[in-house]
């Protein structure tokens, strides 16, 4: 069946069917940065799915066809809409045991001052719950249903941000970090076999444990921390077993001349990644300020993608990507807030400050073509589930994909935003969320199906 809104809609069997919305969806697909479905019926199946999509006017017929009481239907308020979970495509969930300070120096002075020392700390399993259950939690409150973790190099603890993910409920790929170079903490890295081992370790480990929503990454820290041996290595590991990858590529001047000079063989950063099969149509490469037009065509033959993180590239005095030329070159893109080189882990930061940044590039050139919001709003959904290679599972409202997604109330009580004028424009509502929301706002987070926020209202096995 279709719809004169062009909603694609399927029948599923009443017995199979878990929750049932109407109300207003908004949402981006490849083709319009922003669509807006007014007054929709979006049906959720057992298994988290989206079983359809249909006119809330028909309504009756739609209660008939899958044996539905009008009663079983959810309607959202006059101020509330959906939206797709976003997706944070680079965070550091151990590094969010000091977001918020340590922002006074370069990356690479910033990681031996303070981030390898803060990292290694955890080796204790209990320090690590503590940091790994508030970051999930928090994460998950600000609307992120999915997230690409770096860890430590710790396997144990890596293997419980996976549980911790797992029990809340988040989407997370999550990788135990390999380094097997790091003059300045000399107890905090591996040896090469020792990285070797223990990821192969960590991957099979978290297999087993076969999580629905988590899955492993293959994560070299970045070209400076790491033996070409290792990077070979764990290219290998992630081809025999089809994994993700993720790791840093050219975010600070300084640390593109350093793997100039570590890698003499490699005509540039994202050529050292190539060379050891690292990039591949399932790799996100987090930052990529400094990549030149033959880089971005290397990215885009294979499929790699970037993460975009403008508050640490701004916070750390790194640099400023230019998402545009990205875009031009048809590369998959996505935002990540690198907690804590990035001090906030809400999406909606990142939101505000890749429109911050694409405006400070069109000061500085006023032919820079300025994002719009909707396109950011892509970013933050549909363009992290494309970066991650899961948008044939989420990323937006279609039929078939898993139902993630933020129930929005721009004028819940108590919170940040003032309708002044009543507005009832989606895009309006859906424009103030992105530039004044928080938290407060986001009344509702599902995840494949299931609603994980409120916290109190999923069980907790994790404190
Ligand atoms: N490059 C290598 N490691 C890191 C890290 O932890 N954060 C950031 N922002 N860049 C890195
Ligand atoms: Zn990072």
């Known amino acids: 069946?279709?719809?004169?809104?062009?909603?694609?809609?399927?029948?599923?069997?009443?017995?199979?069917?878990?929750?049932?919305?109407?109300g207003t969806f908004v949402h981006s697909t490849p083709h319009a940065p922003l669509e807006i479905l007014r007054d929709a019926l979006l049906g959720v199946d057992t298994e988290g799915k989206i079983a359809f999509i249909e006119r809330g006017r028909d309504l009756d017929a739609v209660c008939e066809s899958h044996g539905l009481d009008s009663s079983d239907v959810t309607h959202l308020e006059q101020h509330e809409f959906f939206m797709p979970g976003m997706v944070d495509t680079h965070i550091h969930a151990s590094q969010y045991s000091y977001a918020g300070t340590a922002l006074d120096v370069p990356l690479l002075q910033w990681l031996n001052l303070y981030t390898f020392p803060a990292e290694a700390r955890f080796k204790?399993?209990?320090?690590?719950?503590?940091?790994?259950?508030?970051?999930?939690?928090?994460?998950?409150?600000?609307?992120?249903?999915?997230?690409?973790?770096?860890?430590?190099?710790?396997?144990e603890a890596?293997?419980?941000?996976?549980?911790?993910?797992?029990?809340?409920?988040?989407?997370?790929?999550v990788g135990k970090v390999?380094?097997?170079?790091?003059?300045?903490?000399?107890?905090?890295?591996?040896?090469?076999?020792?990285?070797?081992?223990?990821?192969?370790r960590f991957i099979g480990e978290l297999l087993e444990r076969k999580y629905p929503l988590v899955k492993p990454v293959v994560t070299p820290r970045f070209a400076v921390s790491c033996s070409g041996t290792l990077l070979g290595?764990?290219?290998?590991?992630?081809?025999?077993?089809?994994?993700?990858?993720?790791s840093h590529v050219s975010e600070n001047l300084e640390e593109v001349q350093l793997v100039?000079?570590?890698?003499?063989?490699?005509?540039?950063?994202?050529?050292?990644?190539h060379k050891h099969n690292l990039l591949t149509d399932k790799t996100v490469m987090a930052h990529g300020c400094y990549l030149s037009d033959e880089e971005l065509t290397l990215f885009r033959e294979t499929g790699a993608s970037v993460s975009h993180c403008p508050n640490s590239n701004i916070s750390l005095c790194s640099g400023m990507l230019d998402v545009r030329n990205v875009l031009k070159h048809r590369v998959k893109i996505g935002l990540g807030t690198d907690v804590a080189g990035g001090y906030s882990a809400s999406m909606l930061d990142a939101v505000r400050r890749t429109l911050d940044t694409s405006k400070a590039l069109t000061i500085q050139d006023p032919q820079h073509h300025t994002l719009t919001f909707e396109e950011v709003f892509r970013l933050a959904t549909l363009g992290g589930s494309q970066a991650l290679a899961l948008d044939?599972?989420?990323?937006?409202?279609?039929?078939?994909?898993?139902?993630?997604?933020?129930?929005?109330?721009?004028?819940?009580?108590?919170?940040?935003?003032?309708?002044?004028?009543?507005?009832e424009e989606p895009k309006i509502l859906l424009e103030k969320f992105l530039n004044l929301g928080d938290d407060r706002n986001?009344?509702?987070v599902y995840v494949s199906g299931r609603m994980v926020v409120p916290l109190s209202q999923q069980p907790q096995d994790t404190e």
């Open 1 to 22: 069946m279709s719809t004169p809104n062009g909603h694609t809609t399927t029948v599923a069997a009443a017995a199979s069917l878990r929750r049932v919305f109407r």
């Open 124 to 155: 204790d399993l209990s320090f690590a719950h503590t940091v790994y259950s508030h970051v999930v939690k928090r994460t998950l409150r600000n609307g992120t249903t999915t997230a690409c973790y770096f860890a430590t190099i710790h396997t």
């Open 158 to 173: 890596s293997l419980l941000l996976g549980k911790i993910a797992n029990d809340l409920g988040q989407r997370a790929l």
């Open 178 to 200: 390999c380094m097997d170079s790091n003059d300045a903490v000399s107890h905090y890295k591996e040896s090469t076999q020792e990285s070797y081992q223990e990821t192969c």
């Open 233 to 246: 290595q764990l290219g290998e590991i992630a081809r025999n077993n089809d994994l993700h990858i993720q």
């Open 260 to 273: 100039k000079e570590l890698f003499p063989d490699s005509q540039s950063y994202t050529d050292v990644y």
């Open 392 to 423: 044939h599972e989420i990323g937006n409202f279609e039929v078939g994909k898993d139902f993630d997604a933020l129930r929005v109330n721009v004028a819940v009580a108590g919170g940040p935003i003032d309708l002044i004028q009543h507005e």
């Open 442 to 444: 986001i009344v509702e």
